[in-house]
């Protein structure tokens, strides 16, 4: 078992090492990688075509790479929104690792682009392990997937920067709860930003995740998780922490939690 555990974590260390590189490689060229993840199914794919689209549209160069067991149907979704996309087979492999995404960008990622979106494999286990080299860390979860999933996956939803929670036009016929899904998100990862979102409705919330990815890769400040390892919330938890700044949350009324950050950062 403590070989098991000393080959994991040497696993990890490598991965983290090399997305400290990416990371690095890619703020120099001006380009902030969001890094998002879901079960599959949450809406993940609907509301980044979205966010692509709007984009586009306001003159924002992004881009965006999308991870699938088998098929290529989320990049034939994405392109649709009119910018560079690229879809990575990863046959069997539940997760990106930031080595194999670096081999990916090498000679695609078009220069200008700010932004660079990854949708990784639909999973809420394997993923939440790996640092990509991201700047913002995103979770999503659609309001039928039940209030109780950030206590079913804390390591994911306690390193996240933001949540999302998609499919909001259906809370009602559903009977979702939202203040229990928001107590469960802040028991797992006290202060996180939480925004609420629908692709139908007219776009309700669309355009928020845009606008945090735009802020954090401008250099402002980022909501610092609760690592799990600290939290003491799963046992699968192997302690890196992710360098990120620590801010508090509050709800206006029906609106999204908003973070107000305090410069407290804390080193990879």
Known sequence: MCRVTQL????LAKND???DGLRAALAARGTGLVNLLSSPGSGKTALLEAELTLARQRGVPVAALTA???TENDATRLARSGVPVKQVLTDGLCHLESEMLDAHLDGWLPEPTRLLFVENVGNLVCPASYDL??????VLASVTEGEDKPLKYPTAFGLAQLVVVTKNDLAEAVEFDRETLLANIQRVNPGVEVVFTSTRRGGEGVGLLLDRALAV??????????????AGADGHAHGHTHGHTHGHAHSHGNGPEHTHPHHDAHAH
């Open 68 to 70: 699938d067991l088998a």
């Open 217 to 230: 890769a401008d250099g402002a400040p980022v909501h610092r998780p609760l690592m799990a390892a600290e």
């Open 133 to 138: 080299g991201e700047s913002l860390r995103v």
């Open 17 to 19: 090492h090399h997305a």
């Open 8 to 11: 994991q974590q040497a696993i």
